[in-house]
């Protein structure tokens, strides 16, 4: 059974920064990508940023700049280090694990509320 635990949520003036982390545990045969997606209310969950196990990264366009996704391999650990925070990225954050267990795997985490206060 895999696991993924968030952390690093709160609340945030605009223009702060906030760091999540997230770390996958139980058995994982092969992580393709990991990343954070967001759900604002009334919105539909959207991509903020993903990794791959090379290194490769994947932003929306409406974070690029600043925010930054990081992963340590040796942890199983993504992290998501959120800088110049808006209003508007106030949302649920949900850790994305997609992995070959043995056969593709999509697992999300419980999500972690970032509220930025204008």
């Known amino acids: 059974q895999v696991q993924l635990v968030e952390s690093g949520g709160g609340l945030v003036q605009a223009g702060g920064s906030l760091r999540l982390s997230c770390t996958a545990s139980?058995?994982?045969?092969?992580?393709?990508?990991m990343g954070w997606y967001r759900q604002a209310p009334g919105k539909q969950r959207e991509l903020v940023a993903t990794?791959?196990?090379?290194?490769?990264?994947n932003y929306a366009d409406s974070v690029k700049g600043r925010f930054t996704i990081s992963r340590d391999n040796a942890k199983n650990t993504v992290y998501l280090q959120m800088n110049s925070v808006k209003p508007e990225d106030t949302a649920v954050y949900y850790c994305?694990?997609?992995?070959?267990?043995?056969?593709?795997?999509?697992?999300w985490g419980q999500g972690t509320q970032v509220t930025v206060s204008s």
């Open positions: 994305h694990l997609a992995a070959t267990n043995p056969i593709l795997s999509i697992y």
């Open positions: 990794t791959t196990s090379s290194g490769s990264t």
């Open positions: 139980g058995t994982i045969f092969g992580i393709i990508t």
